[in-house]
C-alpha cells in the first residue's frame, strides 16, 4: 500500500508566487495567481480536507467574491439564505439581506468541505498543491526581500526559492509573526465556540442569531449566539464574545455553548445534542501591524481582516486573496502599499466597528442598546448591513455615508489605526 508520504506532491525548488496557507484567503490568491499564468505553490500543514473552527455561513458578499473568483456555480445546490432571524429581549425580527451590489442571497457551507473545495479549485486553476508541511522559516536579503522559505514535512527540511510570498496562515499566522506581524489586543477581539447538530430544519431560508446571550445561571453575557442551517440535515451551533485586553472574555465557552444549543432545540427541531466543539480566538478589524514587506504581504485571518461585530472573514479572505494577487502587478515593494490598500478598502469601517465593539464588551450597554433596538425593524436593517459586510465605498445611501463618516472621525483619534 502506498504511504500518505508518498502519495503526496513534490515539494518543488522555486515559485513565482509561493501562497502559505490553503484556507479560503489563501486557496482564492492561488487560483487568482495561477489563473494569470504565475507558477503558483499554495502550501499547508494541514492534510485536506480538514476542520476550522468557524460559523460557517456566506454573507451575500461572500457568494459575490465566489462568483468573481470563478466559482459561479458551486453554491447552485447549497442553501440559499434570505437573511438573519434576530432575538432577543422577547422580540423576534426577521430581516431580509438589504439590497446591495452583491446579490439577495447568502449561504451556508461546513469548511471542512468548503475549504477543500476551495483549493481544489485553486489546483484546476494551476497552482501546485504541498500539503502536510509547514513554512518555518524565511530567508531575507539585506532589502528585506524574501528569497527562500524554508518548509518543514516530518523530519525532511526543504528549501524554496521564491519570488513573492502570500501569507495566508490564518489567525496564529507562524510565518507572519516571523516576519514581524504582531497581533494588538488593546481594540477588540472574538473568543468563538462552534459546534454541529442535526435538524429537522437545516433548510431554512434564515440564519438565527440571538443577540441576548445568557449563561445556565440567567446571566447576561457580552456575545451572542447563531444557528446557521447547512442544508445536509445538520445546522452549525455556536456562540461567540467580544473582549479587549483591558475587560477579557471571561465566559466558559463549552458550557455557555451546551446551554445555547438546549435553548435553540425546539425552535431549530435539534435532534441532537452538539457534537464536534471548537473553540478559537481571532484577532478583528485590522488590529495587526507588519502586515507587509517588499515582496510578502499577510491576507486574510492573518491580516485580522475581520468583522469585529460578528466575527465574520470569509468574504474579506476571498477579497483580499484577489487584491494581493492584482497588486503584484502593479507594486514592485509591498512594504507600504498593501497596509495602504487595506486601509483604503477596511480602515474605516474597521475603525468605526472596532470602537462599536469595544463597547459591546461591557455587559450594561448590551441591554441598553439591543431591548430597544430589536424592536426597531430600520435599526435591524442597519444592524444586519454592518453585520452582513454590505457597506462599501460605493454606496451613497445616508446609512452609508454616516458609517463611513464615524469611521473618518474614529479613525483620526485612533492611537493605532488598523494595519498599523
Known sequence: MTSATSRRAAIPDSADILVVGAGP????????????GAATVLLDA????????????LTP???????????????????????????????????????SQFGPFGSAVARTEFDDDLRRFALGRGAHMVSGTKAIDAERDSSG?????????????????VGQVIVADGVKSSLGKQLGRQWHRDTAYGVAGRSYADSQLSDAEWMGSHLELRDAQGELLPGYGWVFP???????????????????????????????????????????????ITSALLPMGGAVS???GRNWMLIGDAAACVNPLNGEGIDYALETGRMAVDLLADSRDHTLTWPALLQREYGGAFAAARRAAGLLT??????????????SAALMDVVVRVMGNLLTGEDTDLIARAWRSAGSVVSRFETRPPFS
Open 145 to 161: 526581500t524574501i528569497t527562500a522559505v524554508t518548509v518543514q514535512r516530518g523530519a525532511q527540511r526543504t528549501r524554496i526559492r
Open 25 to 36: 484567503a489563501g486557496s482564492a490568491a492561488a487560483a487568482h495567481a495561477a489563473a494569470g
Open 230 to 276: 447547512l442544508g445536509d440535515g445538520t445546522v452549525n451551533v455556536g456562540v461567540g464574545a467580544l473582549a479587549t485586553a483591558q475587560r477579557p472574555a471571561s465566559m466558559a465557552l463549552r458550557p455557555v455553548l451546551e446551554h445555547y444549543a438546549q435553548m435553540v432545540t425546539d425552535q431549530w427541531q435539534l435532534t441532537s445534542g452538539p457534537t464536534r
Open 362 to 375: 461591557m455587559p450594561q450597554t448590551v441591554p441598553l442598546l439591543g431591548r430597544p433596538g430589536i424592536r
Open 61 to 99: 458578499r461572500a457568494v459575490s467574491a465566489l462568483r468573481t473568483l470563478g466559482m459561479t456555480e458551486y453554491l447552485d445546490t447549497r442553501p440559499r439564505i434570505r437573511g438573519l432571524a434576530l432575538h432577543g429581549w422577547g422580540a423576534v425580527q426577521q430581516v431580509p439581506w438589504p439590497a
Open 290 to 292: 507588519g502586515v507587509s
Open 46 to 57: 494541514a492534510e485536506f480536507p480538514r476542520d476550522k473552527t468557524c460559523g460557517d455561513g
